[in-house]
């Protein structure tokens, strides 16, 4: 039973364009979000997370909104730039003392030039 | 580069042996995490140590192990190895508070094949 889920596979936006990528999840005891990118043959890279006391998060041109009653996440960057075309994977932490990371199947981001 | 270092970059092997990956965390960093991405997986955290300790446990197979020694290196051990455990392994390191919402920075990856 995935609890983290990024339903789109793949997404591509023409340059300077908003790029929207979403992420759903089941549990309300998640209290920390994230979002990574990963190029080809790199680890993946920390871009930005939000806890679940807040609903919006800024970061130069990263945007992370928070909506916890629909259980959605989602990562805006604007204006696009072909260097952002990657996979985003989101990622939530669980509370309590057994905390656990669970990531997202990953979205594929293409900006178009 | 982040500053975290893994080695083999890659390793190929067969089933029911056993392997060692290694990581080396960025200078200062106290925790060190491990990864498996694997096609139908995706990422999937593993095990996260903290100062030698053990602080946070994923999915990680009984088969699997892991440690980190007094230098924080850490090393991931795979035995018994099948077809399914082929993937990439990523090592982590944060330096914050060894709590899984610190900021970490990842490792290139060991590419493991098990033929």
């Known amino acids: 039973d995935q609890q983290v889920k990024q339903n789109s596979p793949s997404l591509s936006v023409q340059e300077g364009r908003i790029s929207i990528l979403n992420c759903d999840y089941t549990?309300?005891?998640?209290?920390?979000f994230l979002w990574y990118k990963k190029y080809p043959a790199e680890g993946p890279t920390f871009l930005i997370s939000?806890?679940?006391?807040?609903d919006k998060n800024e970061d130069g041109r990263f945007t992370v909104f928070l909506n916890k009653s629909a259980k959605h996440l989602s990562l805006h960057i604007v204006p696009s730039q072909p260097g952002d075309s990657a996979v985003y994977f989101c990622?939530?932490?669980?509370?309590?003392?057994?905390?656990?990371?669970?990531f997202g199947s990953g979205t594929q981001l293409t900006v178009l030039p | 580069d982040s500053g975290v270092t893994q080695t083999p970059k890659h390793l190929i092997t067969a089933t029911g042996q056993r392997v060692t990956l290694r990581c080396s965390p960025r200078s200062g960093d106290l925790s060190v995490y491990w990864y498996q991405q694997s096609l139908d997986q995706g990422l999937q955290f593993l095990i996260q140590y903290y100062n030698g300790e053990e602080r946070a446990k994923g999915n990680i197979l009984e088969r699997f192990s892991a440690q980190q020694f007094p230098d924080l290196h850490s090393e991931l051990n795979l035995s018994s190895l099948e077809l399914g455990d082929s993937a990439l392994y990523f090592c982590?390191?944060?330096?914050?508070?060894?709590?899984?919402?610190?900021?970490?920075?990842f490792g290139p990856g060991t590419r493991l094949t098990v033929l």
């Open positions: 982590a390191s944060s330096a914050t508070t060894g709590d899984l919402a610190d900021t970490q920075y």
């Open positions: 549990n309300s005891m998640f209290d920390y």
């Open positions: 990622a939530v932490i669980s509370s309590g003392s057994a905390r656990q990371l669970t």
């Open positions: 939000i806890s679940s006391i807040k």
